[in-house]
């Protein structure tokens, strides 16, 4: 397993935990926001049991109790101690009295369903034992009692029901039956207590669907994820193959360039040596041809008339000719072939000493050269080039008034910039093109004679030692050449 491999697992795992992280919490909240809801309704109802049962007593209360026939099942009231408890109207019926609380007990036990909450009246002090408080119950009076003047009390004491309990105090109307209650204080309190499990029944139904729905979310997020995995991982491993083949394909261009590069640098290397060796070959037979056409006309020259004295003169001039071609042939053959020799060249007295040789033969030319900066090439190679580039200049503005050459530098990017420049003939830039070709001439022979190899020797140089070299001419209005060699690192 690579890294690509790892940081993809640990996404996934990361991904993973965040889903299920997310879904635990939705399920969370909702379960406490159903169980808050539950206790909610739970106490809801229960303050609806007191405020019933509270509207029967205030009732109750008002009337001083209620008169009914008594019966077997309810002979008379019997904590009742009240002078009018039982009567006989003037037709004869006889009536009994029941007290509030009575009353409302009946109500409270017909209307009491065990699932749907209870509810009855209690007192600290009761007048009727049943109406003790429970433990609950006398807490919240003892509170009440000791000053705390809240209006109910509504708890959920053991988690299994909801208890409210709202407190009723004395008034001038009960003290008929309760004498020992002082006006306005505590008497006692109506408490309703609402079972819990039939809303935690309905809250679990909700909650097991609810957990069924996000268990399915969950189920489903987690396939979603691997999928989404599975094709991340195969889409990584189709990238690898890729990369591989794309490497290998690389691997196998570069190993057909190289072998490509090698036959060709083989071939050329050939193709100079053959061309060396030809024109070596040719040397020696064309002086000879020169040396016996030189003592046939020395010799036989008094006998030979104007006609075949000027054939003579041609076959000397061809062989000479013929002689300089094929030293600047074997000159640019050696410039290509021989390792470069590289030194610190100070290019100023370089160039200085190729012009003083060449000005003795040019003494019409002003020749101007400014600081040259030093360069790092093989010293008899850049002296050819300036030696070429120098007797180009001097030739062709050999037949202005006033012969004028440049010799400048600059440094640019880190190299330095070399030019020549002259103000003679110059040339169409339309031919800037063939201009360092070997063989290639810008003008004809009868005009400015030359072998056409000097500037290809010049470019071959250049080259080599990593530089540029271009020319910038219009015709008639001289030529500068430019070229590049790297700087040496110590020059001041
Ligand atoms: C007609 C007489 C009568 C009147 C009026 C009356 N009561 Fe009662 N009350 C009784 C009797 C008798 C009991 C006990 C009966 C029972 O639980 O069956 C009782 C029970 C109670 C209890 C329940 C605790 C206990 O002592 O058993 C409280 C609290 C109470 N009365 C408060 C009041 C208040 C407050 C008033 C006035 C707003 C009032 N009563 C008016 C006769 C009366």
New binding site residues.
Partial sequence: MDAGDKTLQRDFYLILAAWSILVAASFAWYFWQENKGLSETAAKEARAILDRDNAYRHWL?EQ??VYVKPSEKLPG?P??K?PQRDVVTTAGMRLT?L????VL?EVQTRQADPMRGRSR?V?LT???P??AADAWERRGLDSLAGGNDRFEIVDSPAGAQMRAMRP?F??P??L???PDFADGQL??AITASVPLAPYQELNNTELRAAALGHGTIWVAGLAGIGLAHRRRRQHAGQQRAWALSLESMNVELERRVAARTEELTRALRELEAFSYSVSHDLRAPLRALNGYAHLLRESQGDKLDAEQRGMFERIARNAEKMGELIDDILEYSRTGREPLKRAAVDLDVLARDVVREQAEHHPAARIDIAPLPPVVGDPIMLRQVFANLVANALKFSARRAQPVVEIGASVDNGMAHCFIRDNGAGFDMAHAGKLFQLFQRVHHEREFPGTGVGLAIVKRIIERHGGRVWAEAAPDAGATFHFTLPLSANRS
């Fill in positions: 209360v001083g109790g009231d904590y009742l009240h009295l007290n509030p609380a009575f007990r009246v007192s009761p007048l009727n049943q109406n009723f004395a008034s109307p009960c008929a039956c309760h008497a006692g």
